[in-house]
């Protein structure tokens, strides 16, 4: 990996690495972002010391609870998984793979195409800096689980875009974006006003019993008129098994071009997160100077 894309990931030393995305804004103060910041939230513990009471339950001579005395760590991911995997044989005793060997154990896993056991290990993340747009294409892998901001809802005061890349270094696409953003949140706070008014002087369909009803009854008609641009932010879980075959869909050259940068952005914090489980991934420098990467082991 690149000095340059190495240097993007932050916190890899507390375990917890991330992507962040600066929020920009226009000279009306619109605030909009240029990249998908990724945030790993959280990643698997595992008490392994527990299954000790497990392991003396069997016939001493398997020697089963020496399990616990293997000499080299592993990441805690890396670890349930193994041991999920090693419970399906019982190779509990001397003759099992030590954890000096799991890299050889999870290269086998994925080319024999056994990535079951990688659902244990789940990583959540918090992802902004993204459009509307992505999102929808996101929610389409069902074995993530979700929570995203609710345009229902939030007030305009939260408010965001996102600008293409294809936007960003040309000086008539990107004026037409500000200008578009502008408008877009100045007519989001008219119609919202409008609406208001309408519902306090007692229109029909915008009336409701509760003051947060009256507020999404608002909010939930002035939204039609955002852009596909505009940010949704979320918080995304999945275990690894489901992360790979994100990326492996997503970070690729013909996936579309903002989910791709989303994707890799989740690979490389991923991988700075779990070595052993995506460490089989190589980044390609596409023709246009993004990235997508590669595995012989799609889909385990
Ligand atoms: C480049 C690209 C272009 C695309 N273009 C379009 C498009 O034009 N229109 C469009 O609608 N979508 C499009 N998609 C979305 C695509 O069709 C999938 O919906 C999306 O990528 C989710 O992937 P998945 O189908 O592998 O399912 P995931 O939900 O990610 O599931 C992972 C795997 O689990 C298994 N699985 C999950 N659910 C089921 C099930 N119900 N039955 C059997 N097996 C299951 C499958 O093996 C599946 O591959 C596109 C995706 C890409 C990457």
Not at 146 to 162: A, I, N, T
Not at 169 to 187: G, K, S
């Amino acid at each position: 990996m690149s000095h340059e894309l190495r240097a993007a990931v932050r916190g890899v030393e507390t375990g917890y690495p991330y992507i962040p995305a600066p929020a920009l804004t226009t000279g009306k103060g619109t605030p909009y972002l240029r990249s998908p910041g990724v945030h790993l939230l959280a990643r698997p513990a595992v008490a392994l010391q527990s299954v000790g009471e497990f392991l003396q339950g069997y016939d001493p001579a398997l020697e089963f609870p020496q399990y616990l005395n293997d000499p080299d760590e592993i990441s805690p991911a890396a670890q349930l998984c193994k041991l999920a995997g090693q419970v399906c044989y019982a190779s509990f005793g001397p003759r099992r793979t030590y954890n000096r060997d799991a890299a050889r154990y999870f290269q086998n896993i994925k080319e024999s195409g056994h990535g079951s056991v990688l659902e244990h290990a789940s990583f959540s993340f918090l992802i902004y800096g993204i459009s509307r747009s992505v999102t929808h294409e996101l929610v389409r892998h069902r074995h993530l689980g979700f929570s995203q901001l609710s345009q229902r809802y939030v007030s305009g005061k939260v408010l965001r875009f996102v600008e293409r890349p294809e936007f960003q270094n040309d000086p008539e696409l990107h004026a037409m974006f500000v200008e578009r953003i502008d408008l877009a949140a100045e007519q989001y706070n008219r119609v919202a006003e409008m609406l208001i008014e309408r519902q306090r002087s007692g229109v029909e369909i915008l009336s409701a019993e509760a003051r947060t009803d009256l507020r999404k009854k608002v909010q939930q008609a002035a939204r039609a008129l955002l852009p596909n641009e505009t940010e949704a932010p979320m918080v995304v879980t999945g275990n690894a098994r489901a992360w790979r075959h994100v990326i492996e869909m997503r970070a690729n050259e013909h996936a579309e071009t903002e989910i791709r940068a989303l994707a890799f952005n989740l690979y490389l914090c991923l991988s700075a997160a779990d070595d052993l489980l995506f460490n089989d991934y190589e980044i390609v420098t596409l023709p246009d100077g993004t990235h997508a990467v590669e595995t012989p082991y799609r889909k385990v």
